[in-house]
DNA sequence: AACCTTTACTTTGGATCCAAAGAACAATAA
DNA sequence: TTATTGTTCTTTGGATCCAAAGTAAAGGTT
């Protein structure tokens, strides 16, 4: 049963009810009926109307022709195709800033982005806090760019696309394979968030661009980059 | 007052609603509020209060910090952002369709829809109804080639970007000097949709992305093109 | 007279009730 | 025995009611 928020009380059945999905609760393929869900969350079935709706347009749930809702199955070839979306989104943000021109403030924002991942580069090695550590990193570098953008158009378009259940970093195992393997895909993503930053600091936009496309991939885990094999989780958030 | 769906003899709220901001009945900026809307569309609150959701993550709507949604209002630089946006993704569907291979099908589709163009502009000007012929027929080449790419990822990331207000065509103001402008931005649209055909029967994938992103920019108006004064409304449907 | 507090009203979000559409099942006829 | 039709039940969509939160206004106090 999911906690509600502290503030007024009330169960986000939206968030509930991704987070149902993503841990598998409820399975792809699977029918969604609003009574049952309702029951689940305790809640009335208006709220989970409303949730179905919204999760249908991020693409979570399908609206099966005739009535209900299904949850969506995605396919290896989707998890490409989201990453390559993703890829072009950003990259089209990317490209912008470099010819628009990096502010102080946004420079300053990145520059300490990227310090912070060299500290934790530094240590050689990872520990399993540092995995959390480095995914808000990473989303602050991220959104510091498409927000210097200043569209609002690109920023929903980017957020739009970014609710696949994929593209969450919860189901990550952690062992000490896993460590290593985070430790190598870490190192390259804060290799390519340099070359990004030096492109666009140059304003450099088309350079910029193709490189923020190319670092899309490394959603896709790490070790696998290349031959595309088990590209089931991403785990490169935002 | 809209007509009802004669189906079910039910009101298409959503499609209501977007109509009656697309036509400035709600200005950009203005507040909406639920119980207004439900009675002028003679409905209840609650299928205005599912549509306003489904606008907002449209982003025709936009929630306002403290309560309620306001018309959302589009700068020209709103419009470029998402002409380029959609030429991204667009350009990704070329891509992957160029390097996947075009099936006999859709190889006969988009043939079909270049010699309908071909005749169009064999008859040297256009009247009226034209314009509706070429929105059909530029709809359709484009689809084909968003579906030809078979990923639902990516058909619904454009679709998702479709909805903006000055995606729609039906603002044209249709007198003889607007025909003229049509039919000069109708051909350089038809000689795009050739190299495009081209680059994708050809497998050159980049190259077809490449022009797919230039493409887009002519849903900016033709003769402001180079320019880019005076874009409030696209016409280069879908 | 200005500011703070309290109260009333506006507006949104949730719950329950009702109607209609679709699906499943059963019964009857061929 | 199978197919078709009618009936019942499940499930969704809409309407109305209720509660809570936020806003505005009015009155009191300093």
Redesign the pocket.
């Known amino acids: 049963m999911p906690e509600k928020s502290e503030k007024?009380?009330?169960l986000n059945?939206i968030a509930s009810l991704r987070k149902l999905i993503s841990e598998g609760v409820y399975a792809p393929g699977e029918r969604l009926?609003?009574?049952h869900v309702a029951e689940r969350l305790q809640?009335?079935?208006?709220?989970v109307?409303?949730a179905f709706r919204t999760l249908e347009q991020e693409g979570l749930l399908q609206k099966t022709g005739?009535?209900?809702y299904v949850v969506r199955q995605f396919s290896e070839e989707d998890v490409l195709c989201a990453v390559e979306v993703r890829g072009a989104l950003e990259g089209l943000a990317a490209r912008r800033l470099a010819e628009k021109g990096v502010t102080e403030e946004v420079d300053a924002q990145l520059r300490d982005c990227l310090s912070r991942g060299e500290a934790l580069l530094e240590k050689g090695h990872l520990v399993k806090a540092d995995i959390e550590v480095w995914a808000t990193l990473n989303q602050e570098f991220h959104r510091a760019i498409v927000g210097a953008t200043g569209s609002r158009v690109i920023h929903d378009a980017i957020a739009r696309n970014d609710h696949l259940p994929f593209a969450s970093a919860d189901s990550i195992v952690i062992d000490d394979a896993a460590l290593d393997r985070e430790y190598g895909k870490l190192r390259m993503a804060h290799a390519q968030h340099q070359l990004v930053f030096q492109a666009l600091s140059r304003g450099e936009g088309a350079r910029a661009e193709m490189l923020m496309r190319e670092h899309a991939y490394i959603g896709l885990r790490y070790g696998t980059l290349f031959g595309l094999g088990e590209v089931g989780h991403a785990t490169d958030a935002k």
């Open positions: 007024n009380g009330r059945v009926k609003e009574l809640v009335s079935r208006m709220p109307r409303l005739t009535r209900g």
